[in-house]
């Protein structure tokens, strides 16, 4: 489906009014090719989208039956259990998963793509709404079918499995203000080009700002996810003049980081400060105190976002999935003393 209106080798060389062969050249073996006729044919492959379709896609069927997930990163679980349920799906289905990682990076998720879509991908699955305008383009100009996941955007057009960020961290910042928290700070993930993480931090601040009763949000971090980073940020916000009674993490490790480097510290939680996360990993239950954090229902979203993409990719027009959030309360969270 996705090579009906998609731009051929054909199109490419009558574009730069060549030969097939000479595009070919231009992409395989570019020193064979004079540099200004290089240099067009290169600026047409960037206009018009083109990749080139390796692995033998010239089948009757115009399907590979493959199908690209790029996700943020592999270095911690956040993504792995929904992958896993979304790989599941696509395979009762007869359809292999190639998956690859942006390191939160917009140029390299945008090469991810390509390459993804170079080897054949029917269909891509996306972590988040946020990304540059070439990234889209060239999305819109292969007429690639594509699912959003981790996030959800209502009246939008394109096609999502996900959650509400703002709502799930409005909801987790109710609970520490009814918990009698008024002095918070938040560690959160860098917000540029990552919509999970500016939606979550808009959350809090706006609940805050709405709640009254002296409630105010002290400072807010935004740091790289990972655990030394939420131990950097936790012993920043500890040392400063105004100390907060709880401090909200943008996501589980961030979390687990500031508990550990607080028990390092001597500073006792909940105790002495509150802390809470956001996903509910693994690792939420085993740090200590155990996390107080928001459930992200990971399983049903990459099952969800694989029917959503089998849907797309038999040319039927679905609808996006919304799906809920849960907090969990454990021993991090506690009123203040």
Not at 23 to 43: F, G, L, M, Y
Not at 145 to 162: E, H, L, N, T
Not at 175 to 196: F, P
Request: glycine share 6%; charged share 20%.
């Amino acid at each position: 489906m996705k090579y009906k209106d998609s731009p051929t080798l054909e199109d490419v060389a009558r574009a730069a009014n060549v030969s097939t062969a000479t595009i070919s050249r231009a992409i395989n073996e570019p020193d064979k090719v004079a540099s200004e006729t290089q240099d067009r044919i290169s600026k047409i492959i960037e206009k018009l989208g083109y990749t080139p379709n390796f692995g033998g896609r010239a089948l009757a069927s115009n399907r590979s039956n493959t199908v690209g997930a790029v996700i943020p990163t592999m270095a911690n679980a956040m993504f792995a259990s929904g992958l896993q349920v979304f790989q599941e799906v696509l395979s009762e289905a007869s359809i292999n998963l190639l998956v690859a990682s942006s390191g939160y990076n917009t140029q390299t998720e945008l090469d991810q793509i390509k390459s993804l879509v170079g080897n054949g991908a029917d269909g891509l699955l996306l972590i988040g709404s946020t990304r540059p305008a070439e990234t889209t383009r060239f999305l819109e100009l292969r007429k690639i079918p594509y699912v959003i996941a981790w996030c959800y955007q209502k009246d939008s057009s394109r096609y999502f499995a996900g959650f509400d960020n703002t709502r799930a961290a409005t909801n987790l910042t109710n609970e520490v203000l009814n918990m009698g928290h008024r002095k918070i700070a938040m560690i959160a993930g860098h917000a540029t080009n990552n919509d999970r993480s500016s939606n979550r931090i808009n959350g809090v601040k706006q609940r805050i700002k709405t709640y009254g009763e002296g409630a105010e949000l002290i400072s807010t971090l935004e740091t790289d996810y990972t655990l030394d980073s939420g131990g950097d940020a936790f012993e920043v916000i500890m040392k400063a003049n105004k100390k907060p009674t709880a401090i909200i993490c943008g996501n589980d490790v961030l979390a687990a980081g500031a508990i550990t480097r607080a028990n390092q510290l001597g500073i006792k939680i909940p105790a002495h400060v509150s802390i809470t996360g956001f996903d509910d990993i693994s690792l939420a239950k085993i740090v200590s105190p155990a996390l107080t954090t928001v459930r992200v229902p990971q399983l049903e979203m990459g099952k969800a976002a694989a029917t959503l993409l089998l849907k797309l990719l038999n040319n039927e027009k679905p609808h996006s999935t919304e799906l809920p959030t849960e907090i969990i309360h454990r021993e991090s969270l506690a009123p203040p003393q």
